[in-house]
C-alpha cells in the first residue's frame, strides 16, 4: 500500500537530539531528545499513535502523526518491540496527563527489535490468566510488568540505603565464601554437594565468617546469598535468599536489639526522604508508613502467656489434626507467630528463646541459663525478618554446645580459635532481604521479592 512506501530519513537540518535516559529528561524540556526502550502500551486515536516507551528507569509518552505514524514499523508496532524515538520534549496539554508530565513529539524513529504479534505476542504470554506456574516459567517476561519492575527496582534501592546506614555506624563490608564445610542453623535444611572428592555445603549463613572478622577489621556486615533445603512451600521460604548479616564485638544484648531497629528505621528514612524510592513505596504500598520506635520487646516467656490469652493454640503432635495450648518450651511456629504479630500490628522483637530451640553458638542468660540472649525481629504481615543472637564467648563452653549437638568439632576449628585468641562478647543477626521488601512493598509472598525466586523443585529460569 501506500503507507508502506512511507521511508523516514533524520532531518539533518533539526538541532542535534540528546540522547538520555527516560528518568532525566525533565531538564530536556523543549529540546530535541533521543531515546531508546520497549513499546510498554500503544493506542491509535484519530491516525495519531500513541506509544508509552519503558526503558527500566521509567515511562515515557511518544506522540507519532503525519508521515511518522505511517512507516511499515508504525503499520505492525507490536508491544514489547524495542524501539529508537528522537523529537521534540513538550509539556502535555493542559489538562492531559503523562508519565513526568511531558511527551515526546516524534519527527523520526525506527524499530530496533520488532517482538512478535499473534499467537506468540507478549499479551499471549503474560496476562491475567497466567497461572502461578506460567507465571514462574516466565518471569523474565514478568519482571517487565509495572509492579514487578517497581518491586525489583524498590530493592536495589532498599540494598543501597542498608549499605549506607550500615556504612554511616561503621560496620564494613566483607564478601564471605558461598561454599563451606560447617554448618551453622542445622544439618536439616543443607545443601550437600561433592566438592574434589570431599563432602562440602552451600552456607546457610555467613555468621561464623564475619565473627572471624571481629579481632581483624572490626564489625562487619555481608549481603550475601544463603541456602536452605527447606521442605516447605510457604509464603515466606525460599531456598536461595539474599541475607543480611551484621556482626559487632563488645556489645550487650539490648545494644543488639537497638542495632537492629536503627538499621531499619534509618534505611527506611533514607528510602522515604529519596524521591524514586518514595514513588515506589507508595506506588505498591500506599498505606506505608515508617514504624514507631522504639520498637516493642516481648520475652518468649511473656510470649507464650501472650499467646495463650489470646486462645491462640498450635497443633499437637500426636498425629489427630487437633490443636493444643502453648506451654513453655514450644516452638512458636509459623502460624501462630504471624497471628500475634498481625494482632499487636508493629514490630515486635520476641527475645530470649529457650537454649534447646535455637542454635549451638547462642549465649545464655546469666543467671537463667535454659535461656539464651537471642531475638526474632517480627514484623505484621510478614513475621520473622531478623533473628539474632549474642555468641557464646568462653571456649570451653563452645566445646560442651558441640558435643551436646552431636557437631564434630574439628572442621570448626577456625571457629572455635576465636575464643581462643582473645575472646569477646560479640553479636549478630541476619535480616532476610525478601521478608523485609515483602513488608515494605506489602507482597503477599517473598517469591515476588526475589529476581529469580528459588523454592522446592524450581530452579529455572
Ligand atoms: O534465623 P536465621 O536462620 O538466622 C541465622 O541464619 C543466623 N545465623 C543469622 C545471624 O545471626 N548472622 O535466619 C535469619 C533470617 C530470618 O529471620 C529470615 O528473615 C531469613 O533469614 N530466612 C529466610 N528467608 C527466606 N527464605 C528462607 N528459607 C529463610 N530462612 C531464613
Known amino acids: ?59 515515557l509518552q511518544a506522540v507519532l502523526s503525519g508521515r511518522v505514524a505511517q512507516t511499515y514499523d508504525a503499520l505492525t508496532l507490536t508491544l514489547e518491540s524495542s524501539v529508537e524515538l528522537v523529537g521534540k520534549l513538550v509539556e502535555v496539554p493542559a489538562g492531559q496527563t503523562a508519565p513526568g508530565g511531558h511527551e515526546l513529539v516524534v519527527d523520526w524513529w525506527r524499530t530496533l527489535g520488532a517482538a512478535p504479534g499473534g499467537a506468540e505476542a507478549f499479551t499471549n504470554k503474560v496476562n491475567e490468566d497466567s497461572g502461578p506456574e ?11 510488568g509495572e509492579t514487578a519492575s517497581a518491586v525489583l527496582t524498590l530493592r536495589a534501592h532498599l540494598l543501597t540505603a542498608f549499605r549506607a546506614t550500615l556504612i554511616k555506624h561503621q560496620l564494613i563490608e566483607v564478601t564471605p565464601p558461598c561454599l563451606v564445610q560447617t554448618q551453622v542453623e542445622g544439618g536439616a535444611t543443607l545443601f550437600k554437594l561433592d566438592y574434589y572428592g570431599q563432602p562440602a555445603f552451600l552456607t546457610q549463613s555467613s555468621q561464623l565468617y564475619l565473627e572471624t572478622c571481629l579481632p581483624s577489621i572490626g564489625d562487619v556486615f555481608c549481603i550475601q546469598e544463603s541456602f536452605r533445603a527447606e521442605n516447605s512451600h510457604t509464603r515466606r521460604h525460599l531456598s536461595e535468599y539474599t ?17 537492629i531497629e536503627t538499621l531499619i528505621c534509618e534505611s527506611v528514612d533514607i528510602l522515604l526522604a529519596n524521591p524514586h524510592s518514595a514513588a515506589l513505596i507508595k506506588q505498591l504500598n500506599p498505606d506505608f508508613a515508617p514504624p514507631a520506635r522504639p520498637f516493642k520487646r516481648l520475652s518468649y516467656v511473656d510470649a507464650i502467656a501472650w499467646l495463650r490469652e489470646h486462645g491462640i493454640k498450635r497443633p499437637a503432635e500426636d498425629g489427630s489434626g487437633g490443636e493444643v495450648e502453648h506451654a513453655m518450651g514450644d516452638d512458636i511456629a509459623e ?30 542468660i546469666p543467671g537463667n541459663e535454659k535461656f539464651t540472649e537471642s531475638c526474632d525481629l517480627l514484623m505484621p504481615g510478614v513475621g520473622e525478618i531478623v533473628g539474632g543472637s549474642m555468641r557464646m564467648s568462653d571456649e570451653q563452653e563452645l566445646i560442651a554446645a558441640y558435643r551436646r549437638e552431636g557437631i564434630d ?16 562478647e560479640h553479636g549478630g543477626y541476619g535480616l532476610g532481604v525478601e521478608r523485609l521488601l515483602a513488608w515494605l512493598a506489602n507482597r503477599f509472598t517473598v517469591r515476588d521479592c526475589s529476581l529469580y525466586p528459588r523454592w522446592p523443585g524450581r530452579a529455572t529460569p
Request: overall charge positive; proline content about 5%.
Open 1 to 59: 500500500s501506500e503507507a508502506r512506501k512511507v521511508v523516514l530519513t533524520e532531518d539533518p537540518q533539526l538541532p542535534q537530539a540528546v540522547k538520555s535516559k527516560i528518568l532525566n529528561l525533565a531538564p530536556l524540556r523543549d529540546q530535541r531528545v533521543r531515546v531508546r526502550g520497549w513499546v510498554h502500551r500503544k493506542r491509535e486515536q484519530s491516525k495519531i499513535l500513541f506509544i508509552v516507551v519503558r526503558d527500566g528507569t521509567g515511562l
Open 134 to 144: 506460567d507465571r514462574a516459567n516466565l518471569r523474565h517476561l514478568v519482571m517487565r
Open 243 to 259: 541475607h543480611l548479616e551484621g556482626e559487632l564485638a563488645f556489645i550487650t544484648f539490648d545494644e543488639l536489639m537497638d542495632h
Open 335 to 364: 502460624a501462630a507467630e504471624r497471628r500475634m504479630t498481625d494482632i499487636i500490628g508493629t514490630p515486635v522483637f520476641l527475645h530470649g528463646f529457650p537454649a534447646e530451640l535455637k542454635a549451638f553458638y547462642m549465649k545464655r
Open 409 to 424: 568439632p574439628a572442621p570448626y576449628y577456625w571457629y572455635t580459635d576465636q575464643r581462643k585468641y582473645g575472646t569477646c
